[in-house]
Nanobody, 124 residues
Framework: QVQLVESGGGLVQAGGSLRLSCAAS????????MGWFRQAPGKEREFVAA????????AYAVSVKGRFTISRDNAENTVDLQMNNLKPEDTAVYYC?????????????????WGQGTQVTVSS
């Protein structure tokens, strides 16, 4: 059974940091692009960041570039999202996802596997 399990969410004050982690199991994801998306109440799921399987290419949403960093460990089958200088508008449920499409896709439909999500709340 393929599983992506996120952890590390929580409540933090504006300007603070959180590190999200995603553990993958059930198959080898080392050749997949791994991504993070988020969804705030009443809004569509949006792209946050992605990283190719060799970590040679990363992509970020404009709103998080310079504040968030995505990384992965293929030996451990994990992908992390370091989030610094958090803002109230970063509040959302964050999802880990895996894509076999290649490159750094930014649309949810281009991802094949999803985690259950972890809540991030940033207070002002």
């Amino acid at each position: 059974q393929v599983q992506l399990v996120e952890s590390g969410g929580g409540l933090v004050q504006a300007g603070g940091s959180l590190r999200l982690s995603c553990a993958a199991s059930g198959r080898t994801f080392s050749s997949d692009t791994m991504g993070w998306f988020r969804q705030a109440p009443g809004k569509e799921r949006e792209f946050v960041a992605a990283i190719t399987w060799r970590s040679s290419t990363t992509a970020y949403a404009v709103s998080v570039k310079g504040r968030f960093t995505i990384s992965r460990d293929n030996a451990e089958n994990t992908v992390d999202l370091q989030m610094n200088n958090l803002k109230p508008e970063d509040t959302a449920v964050y999802y880990c996802a895996a894509s076999a499409w290649g490159g750094v896709p930014r649309r949810p439909g281009e991802y094949d596997y999803w985690g259950q999500g972890t809540q991030v709340t940033v207070s002002s």
